[in-house]
C-alpha cells in the first residue's frame, strides 16, 4: 500500500558515502519466511466485476487491493489479485515486489497463486526470492538500510490472475509505539474491490482525518477489539498532474494518529533528540577555537557556528532503523564531518547552546510547507529539520544543510518552509516562520554588432542576489568551473550554432553582501539569417530565460499548478547597432494576483534595450485562474517576449543618414535661396545723384560687418555638419516627440542664419539699399534664436548636439543692441547703401539744373 507521507528526515543536497560503522539491529541476511495466513483477520467478501475496459491501463488492473493493520501486534496484512488482460500486461505484472526494513521488521508470504482458467497454480517458492538492498534515494544521498523481496513469475499468460498476500510484521522502535498512518484509497492504476481494516483495543483512542471522498466507515467491536473498516468499489486510476503542487492532493485519504495535539509530537521528538551537553573530543576543541576568535560578540559567534555545520560536515544521512528520526550524537557526526539534516541541525544547536545561545531544531515540511497545519498531530508530518535560534533578541532561522551562503552575522536567507514544530518543553503548537526577503537574478545578454558579416561580440553579465546567490555559489562549487563553461557554451548553441567562447568565465563574489556576478564572452558567427526570398539579413532576439519559468498549462489541467515562489527575474537584451535604431519607445504590463511581468523596449542613442521582468507572489496559481495564466502566457511567448530586426544585405554599410533630415534641410535652403533671389530682384526706386558724386564704397566699421556676416555664415555651416543632425543616430538620442521638434528647429535655424547671413553679405557687397532694414531683421532674428536655443537646451537637457555656450548668447545680444542704432543712424550706413534694383536705376543732376537753384 502506497503511504506518501512516511517519508524520513532528509534533505536532497550532498554526495554519497557507503559506511561500516553503523549496528543494524536485528543484523543478519534478510529472508522471507512462509507461514499461514494470520488468525486476526476481518472477511472480506469476494467481488467479481472487472473495471470497464477503456479505464484499464498496462494491460492489467486490481481485481483486490486488501490491506489490514493490526495495531497491537504491529502487523500490516496485504492481499493482491492482479488480472493480466493482454500481453503488455504480461510485461507489467508478472513480478511480486515488497519492500521491507529487516532492522525492525518481518516478512512472511503466505500464499502466491496464479490462476489460470479458474484453477490453482501455487508458486510460492521461497528459493526464487530475490532479496536486494533496496537503496533508492542513494542519489539523493541517503542510507536507509531498507530491502526488497523480488520474484519474477514466470509463463504468466494473457488472462491469468495473480494473487499473493503477505504480512509485514515490526515497526520501529523509535515510535515507542505510538501509532500513526496515513492511508490512500486510491491508486495509478484501476481497482475493482478495495477492503481496508484498522484494528486495535478497544480501548485505545485514535484521531482520525478523512481528505476527499474517503469510503464510509464500518465499526465493530469484540473480544476487547475495535475494527474500522473501509471498503470501495470500481475505484478509478488517480491522476495526479506533474504540474500541480506538492500540497495538493486529489485522492481520497485517511490520517490517523494516536497524537492528540503537537505538544505530544513535541515531546516525543525532545526525548529522542536532546541537545548535547558536556560537550567533549573534537567539538569542544571547535567551540573553543570560535569562542576565543569572537570573544562575546554571540552573532559573530552564531556565524561562525553555522559556517562550521553548513561547509564543514558534508551532507549524507544513514537511516537505518531508529536513525530514521534519531539524530546522532553531535560529537559523533563533528568527528565523521557528515550527518543529514536533523544531524546537522542537532550538532548546530549544542554548538550555539554551548555559548548561551537560546536554540532549538525545527520541525518542517520541505513540500507542503504552510499546508501541514491541516494535518493531524504526527511524526509522518515532517521530511526535515532546521534551527532557530534567539541571537542577541533577534529570532534567525537557519538551514544547516544548505552551503556556501553568504551574507555576514545574522543576516542570512532561510528557505519559506511556512510552519515548524518548535522542539522546545512547553511548546504546543506550530509556529509561523518569518519569510526571508527573497533575491533576484539580474541578466544581460550584450550584443555588440560590427556589421552584418563580422563575428558579433556576445557578453552575458548575471548578477544574483540573496538565496539565489546562495544557490549558484553551491553549483558552481559543485560542477567545477570545466563543467560550468561546458553547460553554459552547450546551452548558447541550441540557438547559435556556431557560437565560440572567447574567454574563461569570470565570477566575482561578494560574500558579505551576498552577491555573485558572473561574466561570460562568446562571438557568434550565424547571428545573422538569409531569407533566400528578399535576401534579407535578419536576427531574432527572445527571452528564453523568462520564457523557462513558465510551467506547462494544457487543457487537461485540473488542478492548481505550482510556480517557482519566490523568483524575481529581471533579463535584459542591448543590442549595440552602428547606425541606431529607428523605433518608438514602448512598453507592456501584465499583473496578476499571483503573478507580475512587464517589458520595455527603448533606445539610446546605437543601442537597443529589451528588458523583460517576471515575479512570482505565490507558490501556485490556483484552478480557477489557469485560463488566466495560459492566455497570458501564450500570449508573451508567442508575442511578448521576442524582436526581430533587419540588416542590409552584401558589402552595404547600414544606412546611418537621417534621410527625413536631410530632405528637410535640402527644400529648406533651395526655398530660401529662391526666397532670397525674389526679394533681390524687387524693383527699388531710383537715385538722382547731384552733379560730380557717385557711389560711396565699403569702408571703415562696414568691414568688419563683412567679415562677421562670413564668419557666421562659416559657423552656422560648421554646427551642422559637427553637430552630427542628419545622423539617424542624434535622431535616435532620443524617442520624445519634444527632443525631436527640437533637433528639427536647430537645424532649420541654423540654415535660415546661414543663408541669412550670404544673403546680408552679398547685400553689403552690392551696396543694396535694402540692406539696413534687412540686417536690422538679421540682427533681431540671431539675438531671439540663440536665445531661444540656449533656454530650450537647458530645460530639455539636451546638450548632446551643440553644448550651450553663454558667450554666444552675449555676444548676439550686443551685436543686436550696436548693430541696429548703427544701422539706422550712420552717415556712412546712409550713404553707402543706396544702390537701386536694377542698380542702372539712378540718373545725375546736370550742371544748369544745379545753377537755377
Same mark, same amino acid.
Given at each position: 500500500?502506497?503511504?506518501?507521507?512516511?517519508?524520513?528526515?532528509?534533505?536532497?543536497?550532498?554526495?554519497?558515502?557507503?559506511?561500516?560503522?553503523?549496528?543494524?539491529?536485528?543484523?543478519?541476511?534478510?529472508?522471507?519466511?512462509?507461514?499461514?495466513?494470520?488468525?486476526?483477520?476481518?472477511?472480506?467478501?469476494?467481488?467479481?466485476?472487472?473495471?470497464?475496459?477503456?479505464?484499464?491501463?498496462?494491460?492489467?488492473?486490481?481485481?483486490?487491493?486488501?490491506?489490514?493493520?493490526?495495531?497491537?501486534?504491529?502487523?500490516?496484512?496485504?492481499?493482491?489479485?492482479?488480472?493480466?488482460?493482454?500481453?503488455?500486461?504480461?510485461?507489467?505484472?508478472?513480478?511480486?515486489?515488497?519492500?521491507?526494513?529487516?532492522?525492525?521488521?518481518?516478512?512472511?508470504?503466505?500464499?502466491?497463486?496464479?490462476?489460470?482458467?479458474?484453477?490453482?497454480?501455487? +508458486?510460492?517458492?521461497?528459493? !526464487? &526470492?530475490? %532479496?536486494? =538492498?533496496?537503496?533508492? @534515494?542513494? $542519489?539523493?544521498?541517503?542510507?536507509?538500510? #531498507?530491502?526488497?523481496?523480488?520474484?519474477?513469475?514466470?509463463?504468466?499468460?494473457?488472462?491469468?490472475?495473480?494473487?499473493?498476500?503477505?504480512?509485514?510484521?515490526?515497526?520501529?522502535?523509535?515510535?515507542?509505539?505510538?501509532?500513526?498512518?496515513?492511508?490512500?484509497?486510491?491508486?495509478?492504476?484501476?481497482?475493482?474491490?478495495?477492503?481496508?481494516?484498522?484494528?486495535?483495543?478497544?480501548?485505545?483512542?485514535?484521531?482520525?482525518?478523512?481528505?476527499?471522498?474517503?469510503?464510509?466507515?464500518?465499526?465493530?467491536?469484540?473480544?476487547?477489539?475495535? +475494527?474500522?473498516?473501509?471498503? !470501495? &468499489?470500481? %475505484?478509478? =486510476?488517480?491522476?495526479? @498532474?506533474? $504540474?500541480?503542487?506538492?500540497?495538493?492532493? #486529489?485522492?481520497?485519504?485517511?490520517?490517523?494518529?494516536?497524537?492528540?495535539?503537537?505538544?505530544?509530537?513535541?515531546?516525543?521528538?525532545?526525548?529522542?533528540?536532546?541537545?548535547?551537553?558536556?560537550?567533549?573530543?573534537?567539538?569542544?576543541?571547535?567551540?573553543?577555537?570560535?569562542?576565543?576568535?569572537?570573544?562575546?560578540?554571540?552573532?559573530?559567534?552564531?556565524?561562525?557556528?553555522?559556517?562550521?555545520?553548513?561547509?564543514?560536515?558534508?551532507?549524507?544521512?544513514?537511516?537505518?532503523?531508529?536513525?530514521?528520526?534519531?539524530?546522532?550524537?553531535?560529537?559523533?557526526?563533528?568527528?565523521?564531518?557528515?550527518?543529514?539534516?536533523?544531524?546537522?541541525?542537532?550538532?548546530?544547536?549544542?554548538?550555539?547552546?554551548?555559548?548561551?545561545?537560546?536554540?532549538?531544531?525545527?520541525?518542517?515540511?520541505?513540500?507542503?510547507?504552510?499546508?501541514?497545519?491541516?494535518?493531524?498531530?504526527?511524526?509522518?508530518?515532517?521530511?526535515?529539520?532546521?534551527?532557530?535560534?534567539?541571537?542577541?533578541?533577534?529570532?534567525?532561522?537557519?538551514?544547516?544543510?544548505?552551503?556556501?551562503?553568504?551574507?555576514?552575522?545574522?543576516?542570512?536567507?532561510?528557505?519559506?518552509?511556512?510552519?515548524?514544530?518548535?522542539?522546545?518543553?512547553?511548546?504546543?503548537?506550530?509556529?509561523?516562520?518569518?519569510?526571508?526577503?527573497?533575491?533576484?537574478?539580474?541578466?544581460?545578454?550584450?550584443?555588440?554588432?560590427?556589421?552584418?558579416?563580422?563575428?558579433?561580440?556576445?557578453?552575458?553579465?548575471?548578477?544574483?542576489?540573496?538565496?539565489?546567490?546562495?544557490?549558484?555559489?553551491?553549483?558552481?562549487?559543485?560542477?567545477?568551473?570545466?563543467?560550468?563553461?561546458?553547460?553554459?557554451?552547450?546551452?548558447?548553441?541550441?540557438?547559435?550554432?556556431?557560437?565560440?567562447?572567447?574567454?574563461?568565465?569570470?565570477?566575482?563574489?561578494?560574500?558579505?553582501?551576498?552577491?555573485?556576478?558572473?561574466?561570460?564572452?562568446?562571438?557568434?558567427?550565424?547571428?545573422?539569417?538569409?531569407?533566400?526570398?528578399?535576401?534579407?539579413?535578419?536576427?531574432?532576439?527572445?527571452?528564453?530565460?523568462?520564457?523557462?519559468?513558465?510551467?506547462?498549462?494544457?487543457?487537461?489541467?485540473?488542478?492548481?499548478?505550482?510556480?517557482?515562489?519566490?523568483?524575481?527575474?529581471?533579463?535584459?537584451?542591448?543590442?549595440?547597432?552602428?547606425?541606431?535604431?529607428?523605433?518608438?519607445?514602448?512598453?507592456?504590463?501584465?499583473?496578476?494576483?499571483?503573478?507580475?511581468?512587464?517589458?520595455?523596449?527603448?533606445?539610446?542613442?546605437?543601442?537597443?534595450?529589451?528588458?523583460?521582468?517576471?515575479?512570482?507572489?505565490?507558490?501556485?496559481?490556483?484552478?480557477?485562474?489557469?485560463?488566466?495564466?495560459?492566455?497570458?502566457?501564450?500570449?508573451?511567448?508567442?508575442?511578448?517576449?521576442?524582436?526581430?530586426?533587419?540588416?542590409?544585405?552584401?558589402?552595404?554599410?547600414?544606412?546611418?543618414?537621417?534621410?527625413?533630415?536631410?530632405?528637410?534641410?535640402?527644400?529648406?535652403?533651395?526655398?530660401?535661396?529662391?526666397?532670397?533671389?525674389?526679394?533681390?530682384?524687387?524693383?527699388?526706386?531710383?537715385?538722382?545723384?547731384?552733379?560730380?558724386?557717385?557711389?560711396?564704397?565699403?569702408?571703415?566699421?562696414?568691414?568688419?560687418?563683412?567679415?562677421?556676416?562670413?564668419?557666421?555664415?562659416?559657423?552656422?555651416?560648421?554646427?551642422?555638419?559637427?553637430?552630427?543632425?542628419?545622423?539617424?543616430?542624434?535622431?535616435?538620442?532620443?524617442?520624445?516627440?519634444?527632443?525631436?521638434?527640437?533637433?528639427?528647429?536647430?537645424?532649420?535655424?541654423?540654415?535660415?542664419?546661414?543663408?541669412?547671413?550670404?544673403?546680408?553679405?552679398?547685400?553689403?557687397?552690392?551696396?543694396?539699399?535694402?540692406?539696413?532694414?534687412?540686417?536690422?531683421?538679421?540682427?533681431?532674428?540671431?539675438?531671439?534664436?540663440?536665445?531661444?536655443?540656449?533656454?530650450?537646451?537647458?530645460?530639455?537637457?539636451?546638450?548632446?548636439?551643440?553644448?550651450?555656450?553663454?558667450?554666444?548668447?552675449?555676444?548676439?545680444?550686443?551685436?543686436?543692441?550696436?548693430?541696429?542704432?548703427?544701422?539706422?543712424?550712420?552717415?556712412?550706413?546712409?550713404?553707402?547703401?543706396?544702390?537701386?534694383?536694377?542698380?542702372?536705376?539712378?540718373?545725375?543732376?546736370?550742371?544748369?539744373?544745379?545753377?537755377?537753384?
Amino acid at each position: 500500500m502506497q503511504k506518501r507521507f512516511k517519508i524520513y528526515f532528509t534533505l536532497v543536497v550532498g554526495g554519497l558515502i557507503l559506511l561500516s560503522n553503523y549496528k543494524v539491529v536485528k543484523a543478519g541476511t534478510p529472508v522471507v519466511h512462509v507461514t499461514p495466513k494470520p488468525t486476526w483477520l476481518s472477511t472480506c467478501k469476494p467481488y467479481n466485476q472487472r473495471p470497464s475496459a477503456r479505464t484499464i491501463e498496462r494491460g492489467y488492473f486490481y481485481a483486490l487491493i486488501e490491506q489490514q493493520e493490526h495495531i497491537e501486534k504491529q502487523a500490516d496484512y496485504h492481499h493482491v489479485i492482479k488480472e493480466i488482460v493482454s500481453e503488455t500486461g504480461i510485461q507489467n505484472a508478472s513480478q511480486i515486489n515488497v519492500g521491507f526494513d529487516p532492522s525492525f521488521q518481518r516478512l512472511d508470504f503466505h500464499e502466491i497463486i496464479v490462476w489460470r482458467n479458474n484453477k490453482p497454480i501455487n +508458486r510460492l517458492n521461497v528459493s !526464487a &526470492f530475490k %532479496v536486494i =538492498a533496496d537503496e533508492q @534515494d542513494l $542519489s539523493n544521498f541517503i542510507y536507509q538500510g #531498507s530491502y526488497s523481496a523480488l520474484l519474477i513469475l514466470d509463463d504468466i499468460r494473457k488472462g491469468d490472475r495473480i494473487e499473493y498476500s503477505y504480512t509485514l510484521t515490526g515497526r520501529n522502535p523509535i515510535f515507542n509505539g505510538r501509532f500513526c498512518d496515513d492511508i490512500a484509497f486510491q491508486w495509478s492504476q484501476p481497482i475493482a474491490h478495495q477492503y481496508t481494516a484498522l484494528i486495535t483495543s478497544a480501548q485505545k483512542k485514535l484521531n482520525f482525518k478523512s481528505i476527499n471522498n474517503v469510503p464510509k466507515v464500518a465499526i465493530t467491536e469484540g473480544e476487547g477489539l475495535k +475494527r474500522y473498516a473501509y471498503e !470501495a &468499489f470500481q %475505484v478509478a =486510476a488517480t491522476r495526479d @498532474d506533474d $504540474s500541480q503542487p506538492a500540497w495538493y492532493e #486529489s485522492r481520497p485519504r485517511l490520517q490517523v494518529s494516536e497524537f492528540d495535539n503537537w505538544a505530544g509530537v513535541t515531546n516525543w521528538a525532545l526525548r529522542i533528540n536532546p541537545p548535547a551537553t558536556n560537550i567533549k573530543g573534537e567539538l569542544a576543541e571547535r567551540i573553543a577555537q570560535i569562542k576565543a576568535k569572537t570573544g562575546s560578540n554571540q552573532e559573530k559567534y552564531f556565524r561562525e557556528a553555522v559556517k562550521t555545520v553548513q561547509d564543514e560536515v558534508r551532507y549524507m544521512g544513514i537511516e537505518i532503523g531508529q536513525y530514521s528520526h534519531r539524530a546522532n550524537n553531535p560529537e559523533k557526526v563533528f568527528k565523521q564531518r557528515y550527518g543529514d539534516c536533523k544531524d546537522k541541525s542537532l550538532l548546530l544547536v549544542s554548538m550555539l547552546k554551548a555559548d548561551g545561545i537560546d536554540a532549538a531544531m525545527v520541525l518542517v515540511n520541505s513540500g507542503i510547507r504552510e499546508h501541514i497545519a491541516s494535518y493531524l498531530p504526527t511524526y509522518y508530518a515532517f521530511d526535515h529539520a532546521v534551527v532557530t535560534a534567539n541571537v542577541q533578541g533577534k529570532q534567525v532561522w537557519v538551514d544547516a544543510t544548505i552551503s556556501y551562503q553568504g551574507g555576514t552575522g545574522t543576516d542570512i536567507y532561510f528557505p519559506n518552509y511556512g510552519l515548524g514544530l518548535v522542539l522546545k518543553a512547553g511548546n504546543t503548537g506550530l509556529t509561523t516562520i518569518p519569510q526571508s526577503k527573497a533575491g533576484k537574478v539580474i541578466l544581460n545578454d550584450i550584443y555588440k554588432i560590427k556589421n552584418d558579416k563580422a563575428p558579433v561580440e556576445f557578453k552575458v553579465k548575471t548578477t544574483y542576489t540573496l538565496n539565489e546567490a546562495d544557490d549558484i555559489r553551491s553549483r558552481l562549487a559543485s560542477s567545477g568551473m570545466a563543467e560550468t563553461e561546458k553547460s553554459y557554451l552547450e546551452y548558447y548553441s541550441k540557438t547559435y550554432a556556431k557560437i565560440e567562447q572567447k574567454d574563461s568565465v569570470t565570477v566575482i563574489d561578494n560574500l558579505e553582501k551576498n552577491v555573485l556576478t558572473t561574466i561570460e564572452t562568446y562571438t557568434i558567427k550565424d547571428f545573422f539569417k538569409t531569407d533566400s526570398e528578399t535576401n534579407k539579413r535578419s536576427a531574432d532576439l527572445y527571452a528564453s530565460y523568462i520564457s523557462q519559468q513558465f510551467p506547462s498549462i494544457n487543457g487537461q489541467t485540473k488542478t492548481p499548478v505550482a510556480i517557482s515562489y519566490p523568483l524575481n527575474y529581471d533579463y535584459t537584451a542591448t543590442v549595440i547597432l552602428p547606425g541606431g535604431w529607428d523605433i518608438e519607445k514602448r512598453s507592456n504590463s501584465i499583473s496578476r494576483d499571483y503573478y507580475k511581468f512587464s517589458s520595455d523596449y527603448s533606445v539610446s542613442g546605437d543601442t537597443l534595450l529589451l528588458n523583460y521582468k517576471l515575479s512570482y507572489l505565490k507558490d501556485n496559481v490556483p484552478v480557477n485562474k489557469l485560463a488566466e495564466f495560459k492566455a497570458d502566457i501564450t500570449k508573451l511567448k508567442y508575442n511578448g517576449l521576442g524582436y526581430s530586426f533587419s540588416y542590409n544585405t552584401g558589402n552595404e554599410q547600414p544606412a546611418t543618414v537621417n534621410g527625413f533630415m536631410v530632405m528637410f534641410a535640402g527644400f529648406l535652403t533651395v526655398g530660401l535661396i529662391f526666397l532670397g533671389v525674389w526679394f533681390y530682384q524687387r524693383e527699388t526706386p531710383g537715385i538722382v545723384f547731384s552733379y560730380g558724386s557717385t557711389f560711396t564704397p565699403v569702408g571703415g566699421w562696414l568691414v568688419l560687418v563683412a567679415v562677421i556676416l562670413f564668419l557666421t555664415a562659416f559657423f552656422s555651416l560648421a554646427v551642422l555638419g559637427s553637430g552630427d543632425y542628419f545622423s539617424i543616430t542624434t535622431w535616435n538620442l532620443g524617442t520624445a516627440i519634444g527632443y525631436k521638434l527640437f533637433v528639427i528647429m536647430e537645424v532649420g535655424c541654423f540654415i535660415v542664419l546661414m543663408i541669412y547671413s550670404v544673403y546680408c553679405l552679398v547685400l553689403l557687397l552690392n551696396k543694396r539699399d535694402i540692406l539696413p532694414k534687412v540686417i536690422t531683421a538679421y540682427l533681431l532674428y540671431t539675438a531671439g534664436f540663440v536665445l531661444v536655443d540656449f533656454i530650450c537646451t537647458l530645460l530639455l537637457k539636451h546638450n548632446k548636439i551643440v553644448q550651450p555656450h553663454p558667450y554666444v548668447l552675449v555676444y548676439a545680444l550686443i551685436a543686436a543692441g550696436v548693430g541696429i542704432p548703427y544701422f539706422k543712424r550712420s552717415h556712412r550706413v546712409e550713404d553707402t547703401f543706396i544702390v537701386p534694383y536694377p542698380p542702372y536705376n539712378y540718373s545725375y543732376e546736370g550742371p544748369n539744373d544745379h545753377k537755377d537753384q
